[in-house]
């Protein structure tokens, strides 16, 4: 018998049916499904995982906080536990005719793990086992499977050993670390405050950017710009731009002020040729995901199911070169067949020699495009959408430059120099096919030199500088990639754990007032700088090329764990101190329209929470909550009645404005999208 194991089940179907050439039964050995065929007189077996069945846990003894001191974690070896119990013991009946086993997990460092954890636990139900084959393949498509399994190869422990390094060094400085600043800031139970490797520095750079966006200070400047008109009216701005010295700007306005005519001094035309976009990565596209609305870990799971699905090929890969295996023209051929007919036609009879390239070349996965056509199954208007951008992004790599002319011409107004600039697509080529690109410049009416043009209108324009952006999910994620914190598989993980500990507030993202007096009690402490997961990175290549173990790597990071201990437990006073005085302020929801003192969340003896004012005993005014989601403070009073308005955002819905009097005649929470 062939016993095959999957990542989840519903790839283990896919390949079943695939295998089979569609003839597999599916059966359920307890409540797990298995997918059952025969070839060439040969049984074959398909089950499906729930990704990681296996966690890594501290021994039972070792999980109560209050008992054992957070550095105290730091030696203690931690267990391997079963999680999903019924898939165990169905494996374990499945073992009992000793399989010929074939690990078909998806193929990169975490499903190499998982299926290692397989085959360790299978090997201690049936220690005769010895028959062990890995099937590797990047998209779930008839080819690439059948192909994976005609050319089977050996499982890779050093790979395996590299995700499980990750994941102990994970647990260790997690726990520890998560531990002692919960228990400093007396937060335990479901409020518990969290610091990881990856979301602390993750955490770090959204503090810093907050910072720099309070310390921003505005500057001043004017700008002088005439609206001129040949055919169309179109704008020119004087050339020194941004002008920082208001009797300047007011000089020069003076001067040309009541002109009637502008003289075309230049005119200067140049044709671009504009490269098409490089094919997806994982960061590329949930970059373009988060520009369409989508958040990443949306994305992520949907860009999962299209892939289980057969219509996308794995969608967690860091290469954006094609390999040269990939067969280009079929995907095409597919195409000409489904809504992007005319795209793909184009593409195949007027693309470009060589498709584009990114930078990131690696040989584990092909960029993330698409393997197959949605047939009978209709698409979800969420699939379908990225869907859609994938094929999109795939065509383009393939379709011919954009030509475009850019113009620039200068204009004389009564001896100011103005400039104004234009664009003109001339030939779209991909911008036809990948539509996502707005283009904010405007064509130029055609204009020759020495020639007058009329001014309509000249104006003296104050402005000022602004701070930079907040990160969008999709920047953020962009600049973890940048700065190799975290992975292709878990960038978007983090950013969800930094919502659901209350450490940033929905979107744009915004740390919370914790959020800056837990990085800043950090500040010193090597966990919330990137320098940590640049050395496990490097340690983690090293032991996936075999010179190096995880015991090795495991043991320097709890050397600096110790070393990072010594320091917080020292400045313990100071950090509990500015965690107290951060969650006043968090907890403050605006003034009490009563008497004028702050009011804050408190929480009543059976644990609900409510808003008291802090006049009490004087001023008994209350509020109740909703008990549920986020109440992040608004600094807003209600415009009917001046109580507080608090924004509420719980989980998987939109954050909505709710005036905490419930009596008020604006009673009805004001839904607004966040
Ligand atoms: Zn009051
Ligand atoms: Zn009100």
Request: charged share 30%.
């Amino acid at each position: 018998m062939k016993l095959v194991i999957c990542e989840k089940n519903i790839s283990a179907k896919r390949i079943a049916y695939i295998l089979s050439d569609g003839k597999s039964k599916s059966t359920r050995i307890g409540k797990t499904p298995v997918y059952e065929f025969s070839k060439d007189n040969e049984l074959w077996k398909i089950i499906g995982l729930r990704g990681h069945i296996i966690n890594l846990d501290f021994p039972s003894g070792f999980n109560r906080w209050n008992k054992i001191p957070p550095a105290d974690l730091i030696d203690i070896e931690p267990v391997k536990k079963v999680s999903e119990k019924s898939i165990a013991a169905s494996l374990k009946t499945l073992v009992d005719k000793n399989p010929y086993l074939i690990v078909a997990t998806d193929y990169d460092r975490e499903g190499e793990l998982i299926g290692v954890e397989i085959v360790n636990l299978i090997k201690e139900y049936n220690k005769d086992i010895n028959n062990i084959k890995r099937a590797k393949f990047s998209a779930i498509t008839g080819y690439e499977i059948k192909n994976a399994f005609d050319k089977l190869s050996e499982v890779d422990y050093n790979l395996s050993s590299a995700g499980e390094t990750r994941q102990v060094i994970d647990l260790i400085w997690g726990a520890v670390l998560t531990r002692f600043i919960s228990l400093t800031s007396n937060r335990l139970g479901r409020d518990f405050l969290s610091i990881g490797r990856v979301q602390s520095p993750t955490l770090a750079l959204l503090v810093e950017r907050e910072k720099n966006i309070k310390n921003f200070v505005p500057k001043p400047f004017w700008k002088i710009i005439a609206t001129l008109k040949k055919d169309e009216s179109f704008t020119a701005t004087h050339v020194d731009g941004q002008i920082w010295e208001k009797e300047k700007a007011e000089k020069i306005f003076n001067k040309v002020e009541s002109t009637k005519k502008a003289n075309v001094e230049s005119v200067d035309k140049k044709v671009m040729q504009e490269l098409p976009p490089s094919p997806f990565s994982t960061t590329t596209f949930l970059e373009a995901c988060s520009y369409l609305g989508i958040s990443a870990s949306r994305a992520m799971s949907i860009a999962e199911e299209l892939y289980m699905n057969g219509l996308i090929s794995y969608p967690r890969t860091d290469n954006t070169v094609y390999p040269k295996s990939l067969n280009i023209k079929g995907i095409l051929n597919k195409l000409a067949e489904s809504k992007f007919s005319n795209e793909a036609k184009e593409v195949i009879n007027n693309g470009r020699k060589v498709p584009t390239r990114g930078k990131k070349f690696t040989t584990d996965h092909p960029p993330i495009h698409p393997v197959g056509v949605p047939t009978s199954r209709k698409l979800t208007s969420e699939q379908e959408k990225v869907y859609d951008l994938i094929c999109r992004r795939f065509l383009s790599t393939l379709a011919k430059d954009a030509v475009s002319e850019s113009v620039s011409a200068i204009f004389d107004i009564n001896s100011e120099k103005f400039k104004s600039e234009g664009y003109r697509l001339i030939e779209p080529n991909w911008r036809n096919i990948y539509t996502y690109y707005r283009e904010k410049r405007k064509p130029l009416p055609e204009i020759i030199k020495g020639e007058e043009i009329n001014i309509q209108n000249i104006k003296l324009k104050e402005d000022e500088t602004k701070p930079p952006a907040r990160y969008t999910q999709g920047s953020l994620i962009a600049k973890m990639e940048q700065l190799s914190l975290g992975t292709k598989s878990t960038r978007h993980e983090i950013i969800n754990k930094l919502y659901s500990r209350s450490y940033i507030t929905l979107s744009p993202l915004a740390p919370t007032p914790t959020a800056f007096a837990v990085v800043e009690a950090m500040a010193e402490c090597d966990v919330v700088k990137p320098k940590m997961t640049a050395k496990l990175e490097k340690d983690m290549d090293q032991i996936s090329e075999g010179k190096k173990t995880l015991d090795d790597a495991v043991t320097e990071s709890r050397e600096m764990l110790k070393t990072v201990m010594l320091e917080l437990e020292k400045n313990k006073d100071t950090i509990k101190e500015s965690i107290r005085k951060a969650e006043k302020k968090e907890n403050t929801v605006g003034k009490c329209p009563k008497c004028g003192k702050p009011m804050m969340i408190r929480k009543s003896r059976k644990g609900k929470r409510f808003v008291g004012c802090t006049g009490y005993p004087d001023c008994k005014n209350t509020y109740s909550l909703p008990q549920n989601g986020g109440i992040f403070s608004n600094d807003k009073a209600c415009s009917e009645c001046g109580a507080p308005v608090v924004r509420v955002k719980a989980k998987g819905k939109r954050a909505w404005e709710l005036c905490l009097n419930s009596e008020c005649s604006a009673k009805k929470p004001s839904r607004k999208k966040n």
